[in-house]
């Protein structure tokens, strides 16, 4: 553990930590922050009035909105000359969303990494290669500083060029692999097929920034025999480091002397309890540069506080099941990408990578799955090839109780994401 002293905390020692930092971070909000200030007032909410627990839920959410509104620096809390260091998000429409770290944040951050690391069985001795981009990214030098704080050695690889990652896996003797899922799955594929999975030093695979599902650890722990693990985190928030799973893969410890969550459900308007799923609200504890109040995450998942067999006693957030901004509604159902992928990684005559297209045809929404199959042989052998479809589509309408539309394609035929995967294409948006 790198943390020993937080991460085994009785629950009434969280508790009081969390309620001390929320009241402070509520009275910075409100004293630093015009937003903050302005959204209390109006409703006649005074930092003070935040006494207990039950408290919180009196304080409006912050949401994506609050943050493009107030692009780029209107939500920091400090002036500029504090703020060491500025991420952004990806921002695929409009304008990203910005976080300003001040050095305190930035040593809080590489913390909650190495812990997130520590807690995925990775030590000093560890060489970790690092696969995600370095940039405005939060990925990329969030680890990079999480790896140095836990005193292992860091390969700066950045995303793309899969050959090149993969020889300098080889040559430097990486041991921990630092990758979205999707791209984590690429590179063991092209290790399988350019036969050079047995000269790898592979042993933990950190995956993060994506949803993953069991099927797709299982997978990957099969093709690179490495210990596969996944850490959640947001830029909003600060990027990765909110949480992480340990060796028990048993939910994500949450670094809770930096991060209070919640679930609620949005549409009551209600806080839920252990066990219920529901979206994350997060509040940052401790961040100078830029404290965010009941962020609205959009992340489906649910919480546990019961100790780990590991030890820690950090509570838990689920495996998270989608956003609620990717659930499709398909002819009145509720669909998630997530149990899709479930459904494919589970079935061995199947590559790793699918597509999901959507559209609406003679007013029906229709939902097609287009797979890679793991060996192109079967592509010509119609009567398996019927019996994999017709499988295939057995198994989908049990999880989705949908008819789904399937298509089989050559291995390595879908385009590859370097960064953050995008699996759906809706076409009804057009
Ligand atoms: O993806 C931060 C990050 C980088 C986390 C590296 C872990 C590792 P954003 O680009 O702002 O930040 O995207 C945040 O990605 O709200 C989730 O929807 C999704 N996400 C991140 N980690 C996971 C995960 C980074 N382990 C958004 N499982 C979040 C599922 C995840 N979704």
Known sequence: MFSPEIETMSRKEIKEMQLERLKYIVRYAYDNVRMYRERFDSIGLKPEHIKTFKDIENIPYTTKDDLRDNYPFDLLAVPMKKIVRIHASSGTTGKPITCGYTRKDLDNWSTCLARVLAMAGATDEDIFQISFGYGLFTGGFGLHYGVEKLGATVVPM????????LMIMKDFGVTALIATPSYAMYLAETAKREGIL??????????????????????????????????????????????????????????????????????????????????????????????ILRYRTKDITSLTYEPCKCGRTLARMSRVVGRTDDMLIIRGVNVFPSQIESVLMGMEQLGKTYEIIVDRVNYMDTLEVKVEVDDANLLTDYSKLEELVANIKKRLRVVLQLDVKVKLVEPFSIKRAEGKVKRVTDLRKK
Do not use: W
């Open 158 to 165: 950045s995303s793309g060029n899969t050959e090149r990652q």
């Open 198 to 291: 047995n000269d790898l030093k592979l042993r933990l695979v950190c995956m993060g920034a994506e949803a993953s599902t069991a099927e797709t650890h299982e997978s990957l722990q099969r093709i690179f025999g490495a210990f596969p693990t996944e850490n959640y985190g947001l830029t909003e928030v600060g990027g990765p480091g909110v949480s992480g799973e340990c060796r028990e893969k048993a939910g994500m410890h949450i670094n809770e002397d930096m991060y209070y969550p919640e679930i609620v459900n949005i549409e009551k308007n209600r806080v839920l309890g252990e066990g219920e799923q529901g979206e994350m609200l997060l509040t940052t504890l401790t961040k100078e540069g830029m404290p």
